[in-house]
């Protein structure tokens, strides 16, 4: 099997990897009715998911590091499966909640060898369009794979996306094992020396960029629903269309994102990316009166966003090489705490004002995230 076949194999994975995670927001109604709880509990899903995501992966990718790559993605798809197994055999929430745990941290270890894994595949000066890769079968996951999870629970029931996924896994695993060449892995960095890596002033700002774009990022996707119902009143329909055509942006940016930073370079591709992200925020609050005018900017700040966030996983593995798996395992779970962050400001925010206020919020992190990445360029600058 060529390189670039066994890198649209990762890709294919990580659609299916990515479809396990989003498809549970289209169907708490369904697991709420079957665990007879609330769908607020139901929600608690996601969550435990990105805590043991954010927590799981950077540990399990430092004592995994050693180990060729193929076995580091070996390692990451059992657990991976395990949880995913766990899931539509579990009879009681508290082991569905344990199940989601253990899905999540599979995931998360997938996403980081993966990313490590397409680089090394990929062709000199290609690796960030590999990288890109991997996110494109997340992003896709999004379009296609939630509502085909519907169509699923709606035919037989919700635990059998779940079986459907570990087939699907279970194939995708075996091609892996004889398909996928040893790869070097990288000398285990014991925790004392990964803890100096935070002495690195360009790993704590490559990382402090990701918390403040993704707390932005967060705080619209948590609240996109209530902010377009601000606007005026959408039916279902309306809704299914925009949710579409956000999910194209997705894939679109996914796809262009660390593609072009192989041909232009990272920098200027992250600081196209973050202009994006920020003039759309403040058209969004100038025009925050206009749904046909708030959701072109979501188009564009959904496709900057997804074109952030593969080139952003590259400029870290590029800072300290030798700590690369590392490094994006940290990247992971930054983004996982930005995710938490965003939620949050945004709930205090709609608490204490309106819906309308998580867009300055947003527009400040990003502001942040702009200020953070020009201190990162200047510290390279001058090396």
Not at 267 to 289: G, Q, R, V
């Amino acid at each position: 099997m060529k390189n670039n076949l066994r890198i649209y194999l990762l890709t294919l994975i990580s659609f299916f990897v990515g479809t396990s995670q989003f498809v549970i927001a289209g169907v708490l109604d369904k697991i709420s009715e079957s665990m007879n709880i609330s769908i607020s509990a139901a929600g608690q899903l996601i969550t435990v998911y990105a805590i043991a995501s954010g927590i799981g992966t950077p540990i399990v990718a430092m004592v995994i590091a050693k180990h060729h790559q193929k076995k580091q993605l070996l390692i990451a798809l059992s657990i991976f499966l395990t949880g995913v197994f766990l899931t539509p055999i579990a009879t009681n929430f508290e082991f569905l909640i344990l199940a989601r745990m253990v899905t999540g941290i599979g995931a998360g270890v997938f996403v980081v060898v993966s990313y490590i894994l397409a680089s090394k595949l990929a062709k000199e000066g290609r690796q960030g369009s590999a990288m890109s890769n991997i996110a494109l079968g997340f992003s896709l996951s999004l379009v296609l794979g939630v509502p085909i999870g519907r169509s699923i629970t709606i035919m037989y029931d919700w635990q059998m996306i779940f079986w459907t996924i570990l087939a699907l896994v279970l194939i995708g695993t075996v091609f892996i094992i004889y398909h996928i060449p040893n790869i070097l892995g990288q000398e285990r960095i014991p925790l004392n020396k990964q803890l100096k890596l935070l002495n690195n002033h360009k790993v704590v700002l490559g990382l402090s960029l990701s918390f403040f774009i993704f707390i932005a990022f967060s705080i619209i996707t948590t609240y996109i629903a209530p902010l377009l119902l601000s606007i005026k009143p959408i039916n279902e329909h309306t809704f299914s269309l925009i949710f579409l055509l956000l999910g194209i942006a997705s894939v679109i940016g996914s796809k262009l994102g660390a593609s072009l930073a192989d041909r232009i370079g990272i920098a200027p591709i992250i600081f196209t990316t973050l202009t994006i992200i920020i003039l759309s925020f403040i058209m969004m609050y100038l025009f925050s009166h206009s749904l046909p005018m708030t959701i072109i900017m979501l188009l564009f700040w959904t496709m900057a966003m997804w074109m952030f966030g593969p080139t952003q996983s590259y400029n870290l593995s590029t800072l300290v090489p030798n700590a690369s798996t590392i490094l994006v395992g940290l990247n992971s779970s930054i983004i996982q705490v930005g995710f938490a962050a965003g939620a949050a400001l945004g709930g205090i925010a709609i608490s204490l004002f309106s819906i309308k206020s998580i867009i300055p919020i947003g527009i400040l992190s990003v502001l942040i995230g702009i200020l953070v990445f020009a201190q990162l360029l200047k510290i390279e600058r001058n090396i």
